[in-house]
Each structure stands twice: as structure tokens, then as C-alpha cells.
């Protein structure tokens, strides 16, 4: 398995990376076709955030999946060892459902409603201003993978725009995906309306998804 170890505001230590080969045999034993985990580490320079200065981020790539991590600590091995601990319990519900995937069995579903929200009315949709700078980071065709970046005009925003090739999925599917990443968030096309859809955390036990389609198609149906 290869891994990547990157520093941003920091340094790399020897040391770190020592730890942090002695103790990648808990991801190859959990998920043996894991190719690739990249590991960054990021320094926070504010002195009042000194309890959380040092963030651990872990992304594995296991077939098509991708299963991310993230803590934060005072320094640098103990904001390691708490992401690899949330790393292997996302890497252990995946071996899991594939499992249940071989042996015929639905994956239990999340004990959660999801409340789908209301797709507003074109009338209610204040139109933005155009911005032709910022319709350049669209304007041409990027294959699987690619990633094009543009500054809008004389501001410091830059925009990135990246092509993601994914099946479409159910509602469950995309919560599961958002767990195993950790991420507030995951966009997907739902398999049932064949809709561009994003799930969302809410607060506490609760979610939310939106779908997008156009007025002709919605007016069509």
C-alpha cells in the first residue's frame, strides 16, 4: 500500500512518519485492497487554538471506495492515533456491508428519517448576477478526474471544478458514503428519480436531502 504524507504550515518529522508506518498494519488488516492512504498534516498557528493545533486528515482509497478521517490535538501523534481509530471503524462498516452485499443480505437501514425538503418555485429563486469570470471554470469539458481552477476576476475566490464518475444510488446508500467519508454533506444522483440529490446533516439523529431538476421537467411529470 502506498502512503502519502503531506505537511501544510509544518514540517514533517521523521518520527511521524515512523508512527505513522508502525501503525498502517490496522488499515491493511481491515481492508487488504486498500491501495493508497494519503496522510496531511496541518499546523494551526493561532496560539488560543493551541488545544487543537495539529489536525490529522486520512483518506484511504479501497477499490471504489473512499473512506476519510479527521481529529485534532494538541500535537501531532495524539491527533494521529484518535483519525486512525475513527479511520478503522468506517473501514470495518465497509467490510461488513460487503460482506452482507456477498451473502444476499440488505445492510440494516440508518434508524433516521429523511425529511426531503421542498424543491423551491422558480418565482421564489432570486436569479444571480451574471459573472462571465466565474462561468469560465465551466466553460469546457473536463474527463474523469480532471480538475480546472479559475480566479473570479480581482478577488481572491478561486473556483475549482472537478468531474466525479459515480453510479447513481438510494437515499440509504448516499448516507452511508457520507458517514465513511465524514462529511456534513454528499452529492449523488438518486437512483429512483434519476435527480442530481445532496443528503445533509441536520442536528442530532436528523437529515435532510435536496433534489435539483429543471421547471420543464418538474412541469413535464
Not at 481572491?156 to 465524514?182: F, Q, T
Not at 428519480?193 to 421547471?215: A, K, L, Q
Given at each position: 500500500?502506498?502512503?502519502?504524507?503531506?505537511?501544510?504550515?509544518?514540517?514533517?518529522?521523521?518520527?511521524?512518519?515512523?508512527?505513522?508506518?508502525?501503525?498502517?498494519?490496522?488499515?491493511?488488516?481491515?481492508?487488504?485492497?486498500?491501495?493508497?492512504?494519503?496522510?496531511?498534516?496541518?499546523?494551526?498557528?493561532?496560539?488560543?487554538?493551541?488545544?487543537?493545533?495539529?489536525?490529522?486528515?486520512?483518506?484511504?482509497?479501497?477499490?471504489?471506495?473512499?473512506?476519510?478521517?479527521?481529529?485534532?490535538?494538541?500535537?501531532?501523534?495524539?491527533?494521529?492515533?484518535?483519525?486512525?481509530?475513527?479511520?478503522?471503524?468506517?473501514?470495518?462498516?465497509?467490510?461488513?456491508?460487503?460482506?452482507?452485499?456477498?451473502?444476499?443480505?440488505?445492510?440494516?437501514?440508518?434508524?433516521?428519517?429523511?425529511?426531503?425538503?421542498?424543491?423551491?418555485?422558480?418565482?421564489?429563486?432570486?436569479?444571480?448576477?451574471?459573472?462571465?469570470?466565474?462561468?469560465?471554470?465551466?466553460?469546457?469539458d473536463l474527463g474523469p478526474g480532471e480538475a480546472v481552477?479559475?480566479?473570479?476576476?480581482?478577488?481572491?475566490?478561486?473556483?475549482?471544478?472537478?468531474?466525479?464518475?459515480?453510479?447513481?444510488?438510494?437515499?440509504?446508500?448516499?448516507?452511508?458514503?457520507?458517514?465513511?467519508?465524514?462529511?456534513?454533506?454528499?452529492?449523488?444522483?438518486?437512483?429512483?428519480?434519476?435527480?442530481?440529490?445532496?443528503?445533509?446533516?441536520?442536528?442530532?439523529?436528523?437529515?435532510?436531502?435536496?433534489?435539483?431538476?429543471?421547471?420543464?421537467?418538474?412541469?413535464?411529470?
Open positions: 500500500m502506498e502512503i502519502v504524507i503531506t505537511g501544510r504550515h509544518t514540517q514533517i518529522k521523521q518520527r511521524f512518519r515512523d508512527v505513522v508506518e508502525s501503525k498502517m498494519n490496522r488499515v491493511t488488516a481491515i481492508a487488504p485492497d486498500a491501495q493508497r492512504i494519503q496522510v496531511k498534516l496541518t499546523h494551526e498557528g493561532n496560539p488560543r487554538q493551541a488545544d487543537s493545533a495539529q489536525r490529522v486528515e486520512l483518506t484511504v482509497q479501497a477499490g471504489k471506495t473512499v473512506i476519510r478521517a479527521e481529529a485534532s490535538s494538541a500535537d501531532e501523534f495524539s491527533a494521529f492515533d484518535m483519525a486512525i481509530d475513527k479511520l478503522t471503524q468506517r473501514l470495518r462498516r465497509a467490510r461488513d456491508r460487503r460482506k452482507d452485499h456477498r451473502r444476499g443480505l440488505d445492510h440494516a437501514p440508518l434508524p433516521l428519517e429523511v425529511p426531503l425538503a421542498e424543491t423551491p418555485r422558480p418565482e421564489d429563486v432570486a436569479a444571480p448576477e451574471p459573472d462571465n469570470s466565474a462561468q469560465d471554470a465551466v466553460a469546457s481552477e479559475v480566479q473570479v476576476g480581482d478577488t481572491p475566490i478561486v473556483i475549482r471544478r472537478k468531474l466525479h464518475i459515480a453510479e447513481p444510488m438510494s437515499i440509504d446508500e448516499a448516507l452511508y458514503e457520507m458517514e465513511l467519508i465524514g462529511h456534513d454533506f454528499f452529492l449523488f444522483v438518486n437512483k429512483e428519480t434519476n435527480r442530481p440529490s445532496v443528503v445533509y446533516r441536520r442536528h442530532g439523529w436528523s437529515y435532510g436531502v435536496f433534489e435539483i431538476d429543471t421547471p420543464e421537467h418538474v412541469g413535464g411529470e
